[in-house]
T-cell receptor
Framework: GQQLNQSPQSMFIQEGEDVSMNCTSS?????WLWYKQDPGEGPVLLIA?????ELTSNGRLTAQFGITRKDSFLNISASIPSDVGIYFC?????????????FGGGTRLMVKP | DAGVIQSPRHEVTEMGQEVTLRCKPI?????LFWYRQTMMRGLELLIY????????DSGMPEDRFSAKMPNASFSTLKIQPSEPRDSAVYFC???????????????FGDGTRLSIL
């Protein structure tokens, strides 16, 4: 089946640093989504991307839909302790009949105060 | 607005028992998804519904698993009989969209943490 390769798997950074993570696929996607999951909770949508090349911001978060439709990245600027959690990318394949998503394996972010 | 509501939040039961997980999607959403999350396998789609009809159940691991959606505001995922390897966090998600295609984002509930002893 289709797979999304998400990297890095984990990051341990100092508060105030910028963070970058990405997802790549061997297949083309129509939609890219980025979610954050806090312990004991469900994934929460951060950013949705619908067009190749699209660059979207949500506060300190910025995400881009790769021009080839096969990748996406998420940047977090000036990280703070509450950014700790697991970040997931998800893609909806082209031609997908319905609304099924493929998820990346997640990036676990840890922030040192 | 209320999000996706799941119950119970935690369930601990002995193997062999029947387990029923419940989900109330966001009002107006016509897609509903059941996922399972484990450390080893990450987030796995089990089944999804569109307008209360099961569309793809290829992710359901075994016949012990079944899901229903009797109306637009309620769905259940049942495991009978349960086994220790079913222990995981089970998420329900919903999204809006049309009958055949939607790219509207899925919104998740807070999950049910299931432990089978």
């Amino acid at each position: 089946g289709q797979q999304l390769n998400q990297s890095p798997q984990s990051m341990f950074i100092q508060e105030g640093e910028d963070v970058s993570m990405n997802c790549t696929s061997s297949s083309i996607f129509n939609t890219w989504l980025w979610y954050k999951q806090d312990p004991g909770e469900g994934p929460v949508l951060l950013i949705a991307l619908y067009k190749a090349g699209e660059l979207t911001s949500n506060g300190r978060l910025t995400a881009q839909f790769g021009i080839t439709r096969k990748d996406s990245f998420l940047n977090i600027s000036a990280s703070i302790p509450s950014d700790v959690g697991i970040y997931f990318c998800a893609g909806q394949p082209r031609g997908n009949a319905g609304n099924m998503l493929t998820f990346g394996g997640g990036t676990r972010l840890m922030v040192k105060p | 607005d209320a999000g996706v509501i799941q119950s119970p939040r935690h369930e601990v039961t002995e193997m062999g028992q029947e387990v029923t997980l419940r989900c109330k999607p966001i009002s107006g959403h016509d897609y509903l998804f059941w996922y399972r999350q484990t450390m080893m396998r990450g987030l796995e789609l089990l089944i999804y519904f569109n307008n209360n009809v099961p569309i793809d159940d290829s992710g359901m691991p075994e016949d012990r698993f079944s899901a229903k959606m009797p109306n637009a505001s309620f769905s259940t995922l049942k495991i009978q009989p349960s086994e220790p390897r079913d222990s995981a966090v089970y998420f329900c998600a919903s999204s809006g969209g049309g009958q055949f295609y939607s790219n509207q984002p899925q919104h998740f509930g807070d999950g049910t943490r299931l432990s089978i002893l």
